[in-house]
T-cell receptor, first 114, second 113 residues
Framework: AQSVTQLDSQVPVFEEAPVELRCNYS??????LFWYVQYPNQGLQLLLK??????LVESINGFEAEFNKSQTSFHLRKPSVHISDTAEYFC????????????FGAGTTVTVRA | ETGVTQSPTHLIKTRGQQVTLRCSSQ?????VSWYQQALGQGPQFIFQ???????GRGNFPPRFSGLQFPNYSSELNVNALELDDSALYLC????????????FGPGTRLLVL
């Protein structure tokens, strides 16, 4: 069974500053990794995913995450945040043999201030 | 292309009652998953349906049941509601060959009093 730990429950950050959201997972098998974003009163939106290949993955709105197998981590970063990035971010993992089930972390709330 | 829709948006029930939540998949998607998101927590996988059959289940009791219809829409039924069932219920659809991209609906917020 997999589990996901998001190390920060709340991250306040100023506009145009960088942000890093930390995610660690535990699993005995190969995994797929995801970051989802949830804006207030909305469902989840897929931000980016790692399935295989390059360990650095990017989203269309400037976020990136790096899969580190030795440290079992999948941290999310953005070099310069906007007010519109204020949201809750969830890290999720699915093992390769059980691809339909996503296990989510508890979430990190990012609040961007001007 | 329509997205995933869920109904109702909000619902209030009392303990012991039964509830049915509905989900319409994104066009072309034949797989539906249901998740429960309690306040302040991440979503928890309830079960998935593919071609009208349950295709996997999380750690939820049998009073949580579901259906998938030929048009791939889906229902989540919860019997004998408990206070702890209060949560946001999310439905996600995907195509079987692109399962990794799950599209989530806005959710149904259930309050059990």
């Amino acid at each position: 069974a997999q589990s996901v730990t998001q190390l920060d429950s709340q991250v306040p950050v100023f506009e145009e500053a960088p942000v890093e959201l930390r995610c660690n997972y535990s699993s005995s098998v190969s995994v797929y990794l995801f970051w989802y974003v949830q804006y207030p009163n909305q469902g989840l939106q897929l931000l980016l995913k790692y399935l295989s290949g390059s360990t650095l993955v990017e989203s269309i709105n400037g976020f990136e995450a790096e899969f580190n197998k030795s440290q079992t981590s999948f941290h999310l970063r953005k070099p310069s945040v906007h007010i519109s990035d204020t949201a809750e971010y969830f890290c999720a993992v699915s093992d390769v043999s059980n691809d339909y089930k996503l296990s989510f972390g508890a979430g990190t709330t990012v609040t961007v201030r001007a | 292309e329509t997205g995933v829709t869920q109904s109702p948006t909000h619902l209030i029930k009392t303990r012991g009652q039964q509830v049915t939540l509905r989900c319409s998949s994104q066009s072309g998607h034949n797989t539906v998953s249901w998740y429960q998101q309690a306040l302040g927590q991440g979503p928890q996988f309830i079960f998935q349906y593919y071609r009208e059959e349950e295709n996997g289940r999380g750690n939820f009791p049998p009073r949580f049941s579901g259906l998938q219809f030929p048009n791939y829409s889906s229902e989540l039924n919860v019997n004998a509601l408990e206070l702890d069932d209060s949560a946001l219920y999310l439905c996600a659809s995907s195509s079987r060959d692109r399962w990794e991209t799950q599209y989530f609906g806005p959710g149904t917020r259930l309050l059990v009093l």
